[in-house]
């Protein structure tokens, strides 16, 4: 019995693991939204007038777009 106890205890880990990290995704993406800047949604770096002019509503910097894409 102890095991599932273990079990369920990583695992509930996990989970408050993966909620904190979407709560600071959120605000990150909260703070970029409201204020209207250039700030790329993930890293919170600024995100280039360039890259901003061709693409058009950029979410992100090129290092994470790319992220995501290889992501799949």
């Known amino acids: ?3 599932y106890a273990d079990v369920i205890d990583l ?3 996990h989970v408050e693991q993966e909620t904190a990290l ?3 995704q959120i605000r990150r ?3 970029v939204m ?3 800047s250039s ?3 993930d890293c919170g770096g600024a995100i280039p ?3 901003r002019q061709q693409v058009p509503g950029a979410r992100r910097c090129v290092a994470c ?3 995501v894409e290889r992501a799949g």
């Open 65 to 67: 777009q790319s992220l």
């Open 22 to 24: 979407r709560i600071a």
């Open 11 to 13: 695992a509930q880990a």
């Open 39 to 41: 700030r790329c949604v």
């Open 49 to 51: 007038e360039a890259r």
């Open 29 to 31: 993406h909260a703070v």
């Open 1 to 3: 019995m102890e095991r």
């Open 34 to 36: 409201g204020t209207g």
